[in-house]
């Protein structure tokens, strides 16, 4: 039944625990498993390589440190950003919040423009939706064409108005993995002066060369998505944007000199102001690891696998009397497969495929603006990685068999 | 992780397949009314209770939700028939409090047994009971 | 030259990276080192157990879940707060800034008074000093007597002033390691309806059970300083305060119902509505374990061990010629032991410890306003925890006569 | 792991020790005067140059700092007297360039090599080539 190629088998390999599990884990788009040369990474910095960073004089502290920053070159080197315009947060959340709250919310007038996506992530919408509620501007929402991942003439006329001041805008739905063009929109935005974030935290393992073409002021993105530990995201911020930006954390390590009374205090260098506390070592080094990991495999292969499976995937699932496809066949390569059951509610499909031991997602994914413009309330989400096999969605279309047999 | 699973008994389909006192039509303004919706799926029911003479003379809902939803509020309205409003309290009480093992439900309650044991679907099987609690509070 | 007793050798082999070192590890104050249970659980967290928390209907994801609220509980159960009252930050940085943001600054008027005490460490200080100048608060500062922990009766006298808002202080210094006397302090700001929130970072290994006698309405600490990960923090924090608060980051997992436009959006229940973004599922469930080490070390044979080894290097330290302590001999005990030397500067002294492997840390210590009431611009401080043995205090010593021959 | 660091040379020993044109008045008007100040440690160190004719006719420093502050900040006054403004200019740049390997020091400097190995200690070695950094930049 399985069918990998030699490759493809050995990716799968890589991840002890798709190695070991008896379970179909296609919800990668929530957050992936981890390879071991990640695992193995975490360890030593929790053991050998444990230090506090940024603070010490002695050979550990000091490694630790050279450690710590190299992945901020990392991150740099990957995104085409300098290494200063890299900020360690602890999630892509966290690194949207930070734009909105420190960077767009002080410049925004009423009356002014902010838009985002109709598929965006919660993560990157509330952020927006809460910076024009505190200032009286207007959230705006661009529509995109599933097939083709453009917006509309219109509405691009639209964003060329001179009271856009944002766009934030994904990379690539985790619900219907359409790609939005961001170029053109980054063209559009930027000649009336407006900043552009693109949410990567779902493309960045695919689609990292991409992301580092695009002329974005900010990107974001979380470790645990792509291969890496969980509470670690990055900041990508142009440095003259960072230049504008108050700290939304103050404490240890970002400032210079506390003033005294009322006196301002003077915060440390970019981008040390921005990431006050004891940094997250064992975090960012697991996070260079996954990066590594990552940027070492083949590219080709990769792509290759994902239109594969995910194809394979859209196909087989189309079949199905019963299922409304969300996601366009165009989209199939992302390997981010959503669905309805015209029959089945889908938390009781993703109850049934939980019984047998299949893991996908029911609900609403953290995006209810894209729900209420699809009209649902909630659909069912495979979504693959470069470790989902075959056998993986031939198990999905079983329990999916089996639903119907229960439910009608 | 059987594939037969055991939230799935045949009590709970049959009242999802057949939802008792399942309605399309809004509540006459007789009936006490409350709603209850979860963000995670959009299920959305409402729960009716005609009270006459201190007892539950008719009881119904409305709306859609999955199956565990749309069964449990279906016993509810079941169960809830015939009730005077200090049984009701009672029971909802007793569902309420889901967590402890010790609450023994009534029999006709009893294929919520099953759900016990997923706590991610409780919020599917509560959503009635929620709208349930919502009456008792405001009567 | 060693003379651990029996217990505390099997303590010091609890940890892989203290038992392999050559390091004399004199910098537990920046950060501990990490049991073996500790790794463990986060590999394990990482492999076997890992999976998306409150998100998924699939077994794994149920156990993470489970798994994940079990330490929310946990933590609750040590500090005696319910576990809805414990929110997971990456931090105890983030902790205290979100309740200065969110909690006090909302609440604060020109004339009000914020008082912290001049032992805070900058986490404690700067978050408060910025409430003040959004608002044109006044921040005041407790001295606090070194010897017996107390502050003096005219101050107390001004901390019961009716425009007391807020008190925030810590359970120890990490430098002086003095322990502020609480329990008074925080009966007069309660009495004048001011909040208290107790920054636990240092104090939290041997100090749980106290911890949670108080009253105090907020408790932070950070993972990294008991045992566990980096990256991850716990705010602890009185519900009906909670009920008061915005959340600070918005996004995915805390919102009911996004609202349209410029409709306000529904947040979910507390806590989750203050942990936007997924999980740091390895975070917490490291943080778990770590909880786990600190509440079954026997308390009584560390805090003897505490004392004999803090005591041991404050006496040591103490007969050199040029040696001035900071930390008085009566917090000899917490283990966190600052001086200067008269004539050589602490970074060339931290400069001589660590070219003969002896970790200590030079500098302010992110405590400047300290430093400022001690009159010195830095110092040394060597910092023992459960695994410091007093061979490492003699090659403290070591180091110590060789600067001096190096620099006088 | 050495103790005998190969940071402590000998040459920088004799510079801390014995520092070059260390003052503790301020400097008289005349001077070009700029501050580094380190806030890790609180040192705090002040560059003044006598310039006549095109030339650093005086230079000297105040302040306190480490012993690698100190030491960088005395052969920097000594290396520093009788250049022209240019041949400053291209010292400072020489040293800024610090992380670069291939960058020569002039002989008088050599001792500050070793500090390159230990990037913590830039900060404190650089601290008085900053002062001067700032007097060139606002010359
Ligand atoms: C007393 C005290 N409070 C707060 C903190 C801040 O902790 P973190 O850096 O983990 O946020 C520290 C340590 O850095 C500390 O010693
Ligand atoms: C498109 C997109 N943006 C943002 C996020 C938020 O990432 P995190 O939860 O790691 O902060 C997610 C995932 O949750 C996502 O899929």
């Known amino acids: ?265 003077e915060w440390s260098d970019i981008p040390a102001r921005f990431e006050a506390g004891s940094p997250n070592y064992i975090g960012v080094i697991g996070l260079g690891a996954a990066l590594d990991f990552v940027q070492k495999l083949p590219e080709r292969e990769v792509a290759e696998h994902l239109l594969r499976i995910g194809s394979y995937a859209h196909h087989t699932l189309s079949q199905l009397p019963n299922i409304r496809m969300l996601t366009p066949a165009s989209a199939a390569a992302t390997g981010v497969i959503s669905f309805i059951h015209e029959r089945i509610h889908p938390h009781d499909l993703g109850q049934v495929c939980a019984d047998h031991a299949v893991a996908v997602r029911a609900g609403h994914h953290c995006a209810q603006p894209l729900m209420a413009s699809l009209d649902i309330p909630a659909c069912l989400r495979a979504s693959c990685s470069i470790y989902t096999s075959r056998a993986d969605i031939n198990r999905l279309m079983q329990a999916l068999e089996h639903a119907e047999r229960l439910f009608l | 992780m059987s594939p037969d699973n055991a939230l799935y008994k045949e009590a709970l389909l049959d009242h999802y397949k057949n939802p008792r006192n399942h309605r399309k039509e809004p509540f006459e303004s007789s009936y006490l009314v409350a709603r209850g919706r979860n963000p995670r799926c959009g299920d959305d029911v409402e729960v009716g209770l005609l009270i006459e003479n201190g007892q539950v003379s008719d009881s119904g809902f409305r709306g859609r939700g999955c199956s565990i939803c749309i069964a449990s509020t279906s016993m509810l309205v079941e169960t809830a028939a015939g009730s005077t409003m200090d049984e009701l309290k009672q029971l909802y009480g007793q569902v309420a409090s889901w967590g402890e093992a010790s609450t023994d439900l009534p029999n006709t309650l009893e294929a919520l047994d099953a759900v016990r044991s997923s706590p991610s679907r409780k919020k599917c099987a509560m959503l009635g009971w929620n709208a349930l609690g919502e009456i008792l509070d405001s009567s």
Chains 1, 3 share one sequence.
């Not at chain 1, 053991?47 to 450690?67: I, K, Q, T």
């Not at chain 1, 053109?184 to 991409?210: F, N, Y």
Request: glycine share 8%; net charge negative.
């Open chain 1, 1 to 265: 039944m399985t069918s990998l190629s030699g490759a493809q088998a050995n990716l799968r390999n890589l991840f002890p625990r798709i190695r070991a599990s008896e379970t179909a884990y296609l919800d990668s788009a929530a957050t992936t498993h981890k390879p071991e040369s990640v695992i193995t990474a975490m360890q030593r910095a929790a053991v050998e390589g444990y230090a506090p960073v940024h603070r010490g004089l002695y050979a550990e502290a000091e490694s630790a440190s050279s450690a710590y920053e190299a992945v901020r070159e990392q991150c740099g080197n990957l995104l085409r950003f300098k290494p200063q315009e890299i900020v360690f947060t602890r999630s892509a959340t966290e690194s949207i919040n930070a734009v909105a709250q420190s960077f767009l919310t002080p410049q925004l007038n009423p009356g002014d423009w902010v838009w985002v996506s109709e598929l965006e992530h919660h993560a990157n919408y509330l952020p927006w939706q809460r910076a024009c509620q505190a200032s009286g501007a207007e959230l705006r929402v661009l529509k995109i064409n599933y097939e083709t991942g453009a917006a509309s003439a219109e509405q691009i006329e639209e964003l060329a108005d001179s009271r856009t001041r944002m766009l934030a805008i994904t990379g690539q739905s985790n619900v219907v993995g359409v790609m939005p063009q961001l170029e053109p929109l980054i063209q559009v935005a930027h000649a009336v002066g407006a900043a552009v974030l693109v949410d990567a935290a779902q493309c960045l393992t695919h689609q990292a060369s991409e992301l580092a073409r695009l002329d974005a002021d900010f990107i974001v993105f979380s470790g645990h998505k792509v291969f890496g530990p969980t509470g670690i995201g990055v900041l990508a911020a142009r440095y003259h944007h960072l230049e504008q930006m108050e700290p939304w954390l103050v404490g240890g390590g970002m400032v210079d000199w506390v003033g005294e009374g009322a006196a301002k205090s």
